[in-house]
């Protein structure tokens, strides 16, 4: 057995205390706590000391619970503000009243008969109070917390003590005495080259013992696949746009030839804004569409268009609204460009929905690109993100036809649809003189992060879980 020259100064230091904390050990070997654990690890292994790890919870005052330790609970100020009994009104006039009412009633402090609140004829001291007392004056062993924590007035942490002491193995190793000789860890040319290195006291590499895991920065998994898709998409030779969140329901909706009554518009499912938003030039070209098809043979939805609704701002619910911006500043065919941009829906959230999230958007407009090269595209893009099987549902959209959704299969999910996609109608691209197809698809990037992440939770994604970031591997697992 070879023990390194710190697990012998450790040893004959324990010798003399038998057994202490890592903090006393580390004082007397001019070393830090932490280092002589892992020398007691080491030793421990070979069963010459046995470790003890102590875990203590400190409660803390909050800077919130310091000020009530000195003032008072916001329930005894006002209590104690009370002389016999008080009208509700005046009583919730108190800066404290928010808080104290609730813990007042609950303590059956104060009755409240017709709109006045009668004070208790005895006001004992609370748990709570108890408690704050006891921790504002240092009590090491405090009885119990009362609701302070969930109040937010104490703040809990943990304190790890270890305590080392030496085994009977342990004391006869130093019994029989400790060559204490330095060892060295890397040899010379000269030591090497001479053979002097076979009578140096070489350092031991212990192969079994894990070392203390490191952490080092690494990037968010979720940017990671973003990053993953940017460049995916640009080495597919697309160019990329961005936009503002905020837009016009005229660019948002409008311009896609969604019609202005369509559910999806309304309050309950889009953010809207206090502001109004100005209409591009040229914007009649839409009113006619919607009204009567404008210079096609569409007919349109019939009916008025409202300048107004189109005026509206709104958080984007969906980055076609980009698509179509850049498809009239760009009308000339060939366009191939795409967008990784986050939108905004009022969803109730839950594991698999967010109020916020992000889409791929893309769009390719030539001279005879067809539905068949859509499909492609989406298969290969899906491929490349390490989904195998992909599929193709038939489906709606007001400004594509066709439509579909595809779905890919995930094992133990089944069939999971990411998004929509299709060839934008002659209704949406006429009012700007675009004549060639254009393919457009919108897919839900996130949905694909959490398949891909192998999480349950999309929320996962947006949180700063930094115990899920360390354990998230960089490299791809399929
Ligand atoms: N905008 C659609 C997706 C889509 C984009 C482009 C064409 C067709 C569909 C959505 O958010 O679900």
Do not use: C
Not at 35 to 60: F, K, P, T
Not at 198 to 213: G, V, W
């Amino acid at each position: 057995m070879e023990l390194t020259v710190n697990e012998k100064r450790l040893l004959l230091i324990l010798q003399k205390h038998t057994s202490a904390d890592a903090e006393v050990l580390a004082d007397e070997l001019a070393a830090d706590p932490g280092s002589v654990v892992q020398w007691a690890h080491l030793a421990a292994g070979r069963d010459l000391v046995r470790i003890m790890r102590d875990v203590r919870e400190r409660y803390h005052l909050t800077e919130e619970g310091e000020l009530y330790a000195q003032e008072g609970l916001p329930e005894r100020q006002v209590i104690e503000s009370i002389d016999g009994e008080i009208p509700m009104g005046e009583l919730s006039r108190h800066p404290l009243a928010k808080v104290a009412i609730g813990w007042m009633r609950k303590y059956g402090w104060i009755r409240i008969e017709g709109g006045i609140a009668k004070k208790a004829a005895s006001i004992p001291e609370t748990d709570d109070e108890r408690a704050l007392r006891a921790i504002a004056s240092g009590e090491d062993e405090t009885p119990g917390i009362g609701d302070l924590k969930s109040r937010g007035l104490v703040a809990i942490s943990e304190e790890v003590r270890w305590n080392i002491s030496i085994t009977p193995k342990g004391d006869e190793i130093v019994r029989k005495g400790l060559d204490l000789r330095p060892e060295i860890g890397t040899l010379t040319r000269e030591q090497i080259l001479s053979g002097s290195w076979r009578d140096e006291s070489l350092r031991r590499y212990s192969l079994a013992t894990p070392p203390r895991r490191i952490y080092p920065g690494k990037i968010h998994p979720y940017r990671r696949i973003l990053d993953e898709v940017r460049t995916l998409l640009l080495e597919m030779g697309f160019s990329e746009f961005s936009g503002d969140i905020v837009q016009s329901a005229f660019w948002n909706f409008d311009a896609l030839f969604q019609p202005q009554d369509h559910p999806a518009r309304e309050m309950q499912d889009t953010f809207y804004l206090d502001v109004t938003s100005p209409l591009p030039d040229g914007w009649e070209k839409i009113r006619d569409m919607h009204e009567h098809g404008g210079a096609t043979s569409s007919t349109g939805w019939g009916g008025r268009w409202n300048p107004e609704k189109a005026r509206a701002s709104v958080l984007r619910t969906h980055s076609t609204a980009l698509s179509i911006q850049y498809l009239a500043a760009h009308p000339e065919p060939p366009v191939k460009a795409f967008s990784l941009s986050r939108v905004y829906r009022r969803e109730s959230i839950d594991p698999t929905h967010l109020a916020e999230f992000e889409q791929l958007e893309g769009i390719v407009m030539d001279n005879d690109v067809t539905f068949n090269n859509l499909l492609g595209f989406l298969k290969e893009f899906y491929h490349r993100m390490g989904f195998s099987d992909v599929r193709f549902r038939p489906a709606y959209f007001p400004y594509t036809e066709p439509s579909v959704e595809p779905e890919v299969w995930v094992d133990g999910l089944g069939w999971v649809e990411l998004g929509g996609a299709g060839i934008f109608r002659e209704e949406v691209t006429a009012p700007f003189g675009i004549t060639q197809p254009v393919l457009a698809w919108g897919l839900g990037i996130s949905r694909v992060a959490m398949l891909r992440l192998g999480l349950s939770d999309l929320r996962q994604l947006y949180k700063s879980d930094i115990d899920w970031v360390r354990s998230t591997p960089s490299y791809r697992r399929s």
